[in-house]
């Protein structure tokens, strides 16, 4: 779920917190830039702080620089009427280290809630090391309306309490149109806190919030980890949110882990997506998903999209590879568009969009265009809860393999009789279900449901390891094969219609159930 942070100025209690430590106590003109060595700094000082201040550019630049400190390590806050940026760059240093809870390493803040200045905290070389809950390695935050940013070109960051980050950049003003920003180009992030998050952006109003990887690593080892995340927790506010990894590489083990994450509790979309790198999960226990768009509250309208164009996601136990899953009246759409997946677990999907809320009439939607999944579980589903579509595509040169017991190659899943389902393998993808009760394609549906499944001419569907080609349950489908069809048809109770078109292949039985049922066999097929 969001986790709700407190945005305040930091209490930095201790005797050996002085303050404008690289000033010689002196503060520094509004807006100025002052730089941080081992010439102006004293480290029997602790932290470096400065409060208070009309504007600041507050740099690190000396690799033999060393900060440690039981509370915050380098902060600077903006005055309560100033309207001028914060920032920290930190281009060279040796080890920033803290110890106690909320202790952040680098710390930007602007606390004027009318102020449209940006909070900027930078890592480009150096250890941030922080030990205690709740403490942030790179921290930019913002009262005000304008953007927040937390960015990482190199260095490393080690978090080990629980709901620490290794970077946040947050906006928490309902009036804002502002982004909050994170973004990691190179480097180690390392988190071994429970609830801890590698990269985190969260804003309020109705900007946007952004978690962007873009090269290095992030290795996670505690449970309820998320990697990368973008979130909103304004249920009144439209913030959109995008959780992307474009390069870099991924490693979490624990129970119920994230890899991408998008999460909105608002009116605003969620996007979690993987254009490149890589995403690992080995998930012990619970849930795990390498990809995750997610909308909490029932009545909110924000769609949820979990997009792949390249990468891999492999996850190991866990719940699915790609999951865009509604709560609320927004659609739902999983879209693989290359890349490969695997999942190993008997209930570890491929790729789902889900439909959680029976008052919904938008559309769940799964479609995959290229790329391949392998599974346990099934591999290409859509669900709906709600009265809308539910529809499952698998087009292009796309392959999927679920080879797991009971496991289908393609799902769709309704639960009211309103509701209705699509089914479609096209180009010249392949689909082939898994052992036992599993089949090339399944329709999960209620009596009195409506719903096709089409088959292209040259593309395959193989259930024949398990029940079926074509499994349908209690819903009305009307079937058109025009490729090929391993397996048979095995319908339910609903009145089907089987059009075996000239040019399509089929093996194994048809059997067509209860119902008013009718097969068309057209000449050649």
């Not at 071994?192 to 309020?204: D, K, Q, V």
């Not at 909308?295 to 190991?316: F, I, Q, R």
């Not at 099934?378 to 809308?388: E, K, Q």
């Not at 329709?443 to 074509?470: H, L, P």
């Amino acid at each position: 779920g969001a986790v709700a942070l407190a945005i305040s100025t930091l209490g930095f209690a201790g005797a050996a917190n002085a303050a404008n430590e690289c000033t010689a106590g002196v503060a520094p003109a509004a807006g100025a830039t002052v730089i941080c060595t081992t010439a102006n700094y004293n480290p029997a000082n602790g932290d470096i702080v400065y409060s208070n201040v009309d504007g600041l550019t507050l740099q690190l630049n000396d690799p033999a620089l060393n900060v440690s400190s039981a509370t915050t390590a380098v902060a600077a806050t903006g005055a309560a009427t100033s309207t001028t940026p914060i920032t920290i760059n930190a281009t060279s240093f040796g080890t920033i280290t803290t110890s106690g809870a909320s202790a952040h390493g680098l710390y930007s803040n602007i606390i004027n809630a009318a102020s449209s200045g940006i909070a900027t905290a930078l890592l480009t070389g150096g250890d941030v090391v922080t030990a205690g809950a709740s403490a942030y390695g790179l921290y930019a935050t913002t009262s005000g309306l304008g953007d927040t940013l937390a960015q990482m070109d190199g260095g490393t960051v080690t978090t080990g309490g629980a709901t620490a980050r290794g970077l946040l950049s947050v906006i928490s003003n309902a009036a804002s149109t502002a982004t909050a920003t994170v973004l990691m180009k190179e480097g180690l992030i390392r988190v071994t806190g429970s609830e801890s998050r590698g990269i985190a952006a969260s804003a309020s109003g109705s900007g946007a919030a952004v978690a962007l990887m873009d090269g290095g690593q992030i290795i996670g080892a505690a449970d309820t980890v998320r990697a990368i995340k973008a979130s909103s927790d304004d249920t009144s506010g439209t913030v959109a949110v995008t959780a992307l990894l474009t390069a870099g590489d991924v490693q979490l083990s624990g129970a119920n882990l994230v890899g991408i994450y998008g999460e909105t509790l608002g009116n605003g979309d969620a996007l979690a997506q993987i254009d490149g790198g890589k995403v690992t999960l080995n998930t012990t226990s619970g849930y795990g998903y390498g990809l995750l768009a997610a909308n909490g509250v029932a009545s909110n309208t924000g769609d949820v999209k979990v997009l792949m164009t390249g990468g891999e996601v492999e996850t190991s136990g866990g719940t699915a590879a790609l999951l865009a899953d509604q709560f609320g009246l927004g659609d739902a759409l999983a879209q693989m568009d290359g890349g490969t997946v695997k999942t190993a677990g008997s209930s570890a999907i491929g790729l789902s969009s889900n439909i959680n809320n029976a008052s919904s009439t938008a559309a769940s939607t799964s479609t995959m265009t290229s790329g391949t999944v392998t599974t346990s579980g099934h591999g290409v589903h859509s669900l709906t809860s709600g009265t809308g579509l539910a529809t499952a595509t698998v087009a292009g040169d796309a392959v999927v393999n679920a080879g797991g017991v009971g496991a289908d190659g393609i799902r769709t899943t309704i639960s009211q009789a309103a509701a209705t389902y699509a089914v479609a393998v096209d180009g010249t993808a392949s689909v082939t279900g898994g052992f036992g009760t599993g089949a090339g394609i399944h329709t999960v549906s209620v009596a009195g449901s409506t719903g096709t499944v089409t088959v292209g001419a040259n593309a395959v569907v193989d259930g024949s390891r398990g029940a079926a080609g074509i499994v349908d349950d209690a819903g009305n489908t009307t079937m058109a094969i025009n490729g090929k069809l391993l397996g048979g048809i095995s319908a339910g109770a609903g009145d089907d219609v089987a059009n075996l078109n000239a040019g399509s292949t089929i093996t194994g039985s048809v059997a067509m159930g209860d119902g008013s049922d009718v097969v068309r066999i057209a000449s050649g097929a």
